[in-house]
Each structure stands twice: as C-alpha cells, then as structure tokens.
C-alpha cells in the first residue's frame, strides 16, 4: 500500500482502489490499489502514518481542490473495493453506489459467510447502510450517518427494517453501475471529528440557566407583590374618600 507502507489486506472487502473517472474501469488510467481505511481517510484530508518512514502522509491536492492519486497523482474521482475492482467478483456480488462530498463510492455488501475480513467478523449480518457506515467510519447510532436519495432520507428510518432499507438501496445502486452517476448521497461525521463541548461546559451552561431562571422569578415575585399591595392601599383609600358631588348636595339642601 502506498499510504501505510504495508501489504495490502488480505481481503478484497479492505482494499481500496482509486480511480481517475465516475465510473470505475469505463475509461480510467488510474486504479491503483490502497488500504481502503487508509485511502479513506487521505481523501477527506487525515494524516496517513507510513510504517518504516514512520511519517505522516497527507493527500496532495489539484487545482480544484481534489485529493491526487498518492502514485500517478491523477484526480480521484471514485472509489471502489476490492470486489467490485475485479470484474469476476463484481457481477455476482451486491453493491451500493452513493456519493460522499466530491467522490463517488462503489462498494460491496458482504454477506454473513464473507469471513475474511475483519469487518465480517463483528457483523453477524451486513447491510449496506452498515458497509457504508464502517467504510467511511461514521456512526448509525444518534444520527451519524444519513442516507438520501433526491432529497428525500432513507436513512435512518425507524418505520423500516434495516433489510428493507439495505435492499432498497443496493437496488437503487444497480443503475450506477451500469454508467449512471450514484443518485444515493451520504451524509454525516466521520467518528472522531464531531464537535464537543469543552469539560465543565456543559454543567456551567446549566447553573447559568438556574440562576437566569432564579431571577426571573424574584423579579415576576417583586413585581407582582407591589402591584398587589398598590391595589389594595388604592382600595382602602376609596374607602375614606367621600365623592365631591355629595357636598355640592349638602350645601344646596342648607341654602335652601
């Protein structure tokens, strides 16, 4: 591998290639094989430590603003396994086309029996949403990872199972890999990158709710209390304070 200075995984699930056009091998000049982590994580601009030069690779990018190849330094525009590399395996196995920020992904879906690689080793069953998500190192838990399809999200979808949404998305894929441009658009953070809040952030931010709701209810409390207290003394003095009418009365009554 070109990037981490290793062999190349012994399964093709692990292998990345990259290739210089939309679709894989239509018209491609590059298709070099990577670490498909490693290769991953070059495109979105992550340091890449290299075994015995023990250095830190970063991607090289063009004009546009694109990551290079890290051999021929052509343009990588897609991505694709080590299945769907080879033309044998690609036509038997199911595969899930999407594009994440400048690059299109062509990536298969292991089944239970694919035991080859490390990722089928923990997944008792696989999805594409699950290939997808352990690709990119993105979450399906609280909301890492979605999955649109024309502006519409198929994932996540709590009213569907996840075979349903997996199925549904390989079979929208079938038509990119026959030279359509991937319809299916990943969105999320890449696990390690979400924002958090600083330590004592958060429980500093709660004692400044308390104290501004604490104010505001001395203050509603003072307010509320003076106004009833103006009520009662303005009723009380009513009390005490005869019309002027009613001596205008009195003094006609004594004139006459």
């Not at 029996?113 to 399906?140: C, P």
């Not at 809040?197 to 958060?202: E, H």
Request: proline share 5%; hydrophobic share 35%; aromatic share 8%.
């Amino acid at each position: 591998c070109p990037l981490t200075l290793k062999s190349l995984p012994s399964s093709s699930l692990d292998v990345g290639v990259a290739v210089d056009c939309g679709l894989p091998f239509s018209d491609s000049k590059c298709a070099h094989k990577c670490t498909l982590d490693a290769l991953v994580r070059y495109i979105q601009g992550e340091p890449v430590l290299g075994d015995t030069k023990n250095e830190k690779i970063q991607n090289t990018t063009n004009k546009g603003g694109g990551p290079l190849c890290p051999v021929c330094h052509a343009p990588i525009i897609s991505v694709c396994d080590g299945i769907f590399a080879s033309e044998t395996l690609r036509e038997k196995a199911c595969v899930v086309c999407f594009r994440y920020g400048k690059q299109n992904y062509f990536l298969s879906v292991p089944s239970s029996s694919s035991g080859a690689s490390a990722w089928s080793i923990f997944k008792k069953a696989s999805t594409a949403q699950d290939r997808i998500a352990y690709v990119l190192g993105m979450s399906t838990k609280n909301g890492g990872l979605k999955i649109l399809h024309k502006g519409m999200v198929l994932y996540p979808n709590t009213k569907r199972s996840a075979s349903e949404i997996s199925n549904q998305l390989i079979d929208l894929s079938k038509s990119s890999c026959k030279g359509a441009k991937p319809s299916l658009v990943v969105m999320g953070t890449r696990s390690g990158k979400e924002v958090t809040s600083a330590p004592g952030t958060a429980s500093h931010s709660y004692r400044a709710v308390f104290f501004s709701l604490f104010q505001w209810g001395i203050t509603f409390l003072f307010n509320t209390t003076r106004s009833v207290i103006g009520g009662i003394f303005l009723f009380a003095k009513s009390l005490f304070i005869l019309p002027a009418h009613q001596d205008d009365d009195g003094d006609r009554q004594r004139d006459n």
